[in-house]
């Protein structure tokens, strides 16, 4: 800020009227993700190994092949973790894992991935991860899985 | 996460194992900023675009020759003003031997589809343009990108009380072809 103050205190002394116009951009503008194509492109010809970047940067999860059974497995410590819970619960005792319903499993998964640990997960796991994978935050991964929890199949879970 | 000096950059960019790494953190921190700087020399789009790879794909070959006596951004500045200079002459000879070739600033912002600045946005860029080369560097890094003078000598190769002068007369110019308009 004080750099900016000499230079604006600078411009008023010599040049009031400029001065005015200070905050005024040349007037050029650039199509959305100009720049990232740019960069694209520069990458290519480098021939850079890594893959293109996008506006974001975009990682299919599902690529990773351990990735698919390790959320099956946080799934199973949900399910477990709930179904213990439930066992000690007097108005839910009877209620065991092989009487819920497909649907009923999905449902409950997808109602509380919310509560998902993501951080004691990556914590706990770190042979699992991989230096990408590293670069994603918690959010980043909890969204994967709430996005991705459609396409989880039950039997993977049920195999485990 | 603690942001990487360009001093750790710069020994990322010497090592062959994470130069890739430290290229793409060096072009997400500096595109856009000489971006714009080689636009206001070169002023054409499509031209800005060539120019700026070229100086980015200059800057990935031959970091090994940058000696890190002056701040790493400011060498970026540099090769990047070198780059849009010697363009900038070799359209210009190009263009000399023919005069219909040469529409002339105003024109040029007439038809360029990427410009979409207001009349006195216009005015100033004229009068930017009326001013020589060098100075017209001065004037932009001062007045657009805010430059110290000091980086500004490293970038230029120019003392700062030449820069400083340069930059007081660029500005009375550009005054007075304002206020003339």
């Given at each position: 800020?004080?750099?900016?103050?000499?230079?604006?205190?600078?411009?008023?002394?010599?040049?009031?009227?400029?001065?005015?116009?200070?905050?005024?951009?040349?007037?050029?503008?650039?199509?959305?993700?100009?720049?990232?194509?740019?960069?694209?492109?520069?990458?290519?010809?480098?021939?850079?190994?890594?893959?293109?970047?996008?506006?974001?940067?975009?990682?299919?999860?599902?690529?990773?092949?351990?990735?698919?059974?390790?959320?099956?497995?946080?799934?199973?410590?949900?399910?477990?973790?709930?179904?213990?819970?439930?066992?000690?619960?007097?108005?839910?005792?009877?209620?065991?894992?092989?009487?819920?319903?497909?649907?009923?499993?999905?449902?409950?998964?997808?109602?509380n991935?919310?509560?998902?640990?993501?951080?004691?997960f990556?914590?706990?796991?770190?042979?699992?991860?991989?230096?990408?994978?590293?670069?994603?935050?918690?959010?980043?991964?909890?969204?994967?899985?709430?996005?991705?929890?459609?396409?989880?199949?039950?039997?993977?879970?049920?195999?485990? | 996460?603690?942001e990487?000096?360009?001093?750790?950059?710069?020994?990322?960019?010497?090592?062959?194992?994470?130069k890739?790494?430290?290229f793409?953190?060096?072009?997400?921190?500096?595109?856009?900023k000489?971006?714009?700087?080689?636009?206001?020399?070169?002023?054409?789009?499509?031209?800005?675009?060539?120019?700026?790879?070229?100086?980015?794909?200059?800057?990935?070959?031959?970091i090994?020759?940058?000696?890190?006596?002056?701040?790493?951004?400011?060498w970026?500045?540099?090769?990047?003003?070198?780059?849009?200079?010697?363009?900038?002459?070799?359209?210009?000879?190009?263009?000399?031997?023919?005069?219909?070739?040469?529409?002339?600033?105003?024109?040029?912002?007439?038809?360029?589809?990427?410009?979409?600045?207001?009349?006195?946005?216009?005015?100033?860029?004229?009068?930017?343009?009326?001013?020589?080369?060098?100075?017209?560097?001065?004037?932009?890094?001062?007045?657009?990108?805010?430059?110290?003078?000091?980086?500004?000598?490293?970038?230029?190769d120019?003392?700062?009380?030449?820069?400083?002068?340069?930059?007081?007369?660029?500005?009375?110019?550009?005054?007075?072809?304002?206020?003339?308009?």
């Amino acid at each position: 800020m004080k750099r900016k103050d000499e230079i604006k205190a600078e411009l008023e002394e010599i040049a009031p009227f400029l001065a005015s116009l200070k905050d005024k951009k040349e007037g050029f503008k650039l199509p959305n993700h100009h720049l990232v194509q740019m960069q694209n492109q520069i990458f290519d010809q480098l021939n850079f190994q890594a893959p293109n970047l996008t506006a974001r940067k975009k990682i299919n999860i599902w690529d990773y092949a351990w990735f698919k059974p390790a959320v099956a497995a946080v799934f199973v410590g949900i399910v477990a973790t709930s179904i213990f819970f439930w066992n000690n619960n007097s108005s839910m005792k009877t209620t065991k894992m092989a009487d819920m319903s497909n649907a009923d499993m999905d449902s409950y998964i997808a109602d509380n991935i919310d509560d998902f640990d993501v951080d004691l997960f990556i914590k706990n796991n770190p042979d699992l991860l991989d230096e990408t994978f590293k670069d994603l935050n918690a959010e980043d991964i909890h969204q994967y899985l709430h996005e991705s929890i459609d396409d989880l199949d039950i039997d993977d879970i049920e195999n485990l | 996460m603690k942001e990487i000096t360009d001093e750790q950059l710069h020994v990322m960019l010497l090592d062959s194992s994470t130069k890739e790494k430290g290229f793409r953190i060096l072009m997400d921190r500096y595109q856009e900023k000489l971006y714009w700087h080689v636009r206001r020399i070169i002023l054409d789009f499509d031209d800005t675009d060539d120019v700026v790879q070229n100086t980015f794909i200059k800057v990935f070959r031959n970091i090994h020759n940058f000696e890190g006596k002056s701040k790493l951004y400011t060498w970026l500045y540099r090769i990047a003003t070198n780059e849009a200079i010697t363009f900038k002459a070799q359209k210009q000879k190009k263009m000399a031997d023919s005069i219909d070739n040469n529409p002339g600033l105003s024109n040029t912002l007439n038809a360029d589809s990427y410009f979409e600045g207001d009349e006195i946005q216009r005015k100033l860029l004229l009068a930017i343009e009326e001013l020589p080369e060098k100075q017209r560097i001065v004037f932009n890094l001062r007045y657009y990108d805010e430059m110290p003078y000091e980086e500004m000598s490293a970038v230029l190769d120019t003392s700062v009380g030449a820069l400083k002068a340069s930059y007081h007369h660029a500005a009375k110019k550009i005054e007075a072809f304002l206020k003339d308009e």
